[in-house]
């Protein structure tokens, strides 16, 4: 089920449309913080625009917990990468690679093309690469608050094993 959510969000991403509801709850009137927006783009499994928000956070405002929020983003793809790979739902890598490519309307006449089997190792590859780099620079930052958020991270991961990539942890959130 949680599948088919996910492939139906990547199409109408694809086409362009943009959701209002989530949880058929309506859009709050406030503006959604970076962690809330984010949180919905991983629920989504809108990884593309989950980094894209993680890294304007950045931009915008550096700080441990932004390079730990993009940390996270990037073990979160591949942990779904690997529950994927496990599942063999080489369709929904494919799906995930498109994603994670797809960025202009001109890439709908001039597709991004590979196996999805290549595609996945290609994915890992890279978000474990940045994964490494974004985990050492928030640790430069502050190490006592990396270290606690990825306490927190940890015990997430271990409350939610097969499912952990699809949000931040609850006390990221509040």
């Not at 949180?39 to 932004?66: F, H, K, M, N, T």
């Not at 369709?91 to 093309?113: K, S």
Request: aromatic residues 8%.
């Amino acid at each position: 089920m949680k599948r088919m959510i996910a492939l139906l969000g990547c199409l109408l991403m694809v086409s362009g449309a943009c959701l209002t509801e989530v949880r058929a709850n309506p859009a709050p009137a406030s503006p959604l913080s970076v962690v809330e927006k984010t949180g919905l783009y991983l629920l989504a499994g809108d990884y593309r625009r989950a980094l894209e928000s993680c890294e304007q956070a950045i931009q915008e405002r550096p700080s441990v917990e932004a390079y730990v929020r993009l940390t996270y983003v990037y073990q979160a793809i591949d942990a779904y990468l690997e529950q994927l790979s496990k599942d063999e739902s080489w369709m929904a890598v494919e799906h995930l690679y498109l994603n994670l490519a797809y960025r202009h309307t001109e890439d709908l006449v001039d597709p991004p093309g590979g196996l999805a089997r290549m595609a996945k190792e290609m994915i890992q590859t890279s978000v474990r690469q940045q994964s490494d780099v974004s985990a050492a620079m928030a640790v430069r930052l502050n190490k006592a608050a990396s270290d606690r958020l990825w306490q927190e991270q940890t015990q997430w991961r271990q409350a939610h094993p097969t499912t952990w990539w699809q949000a931040f942890p609850d006390a990221w959130v509040q």
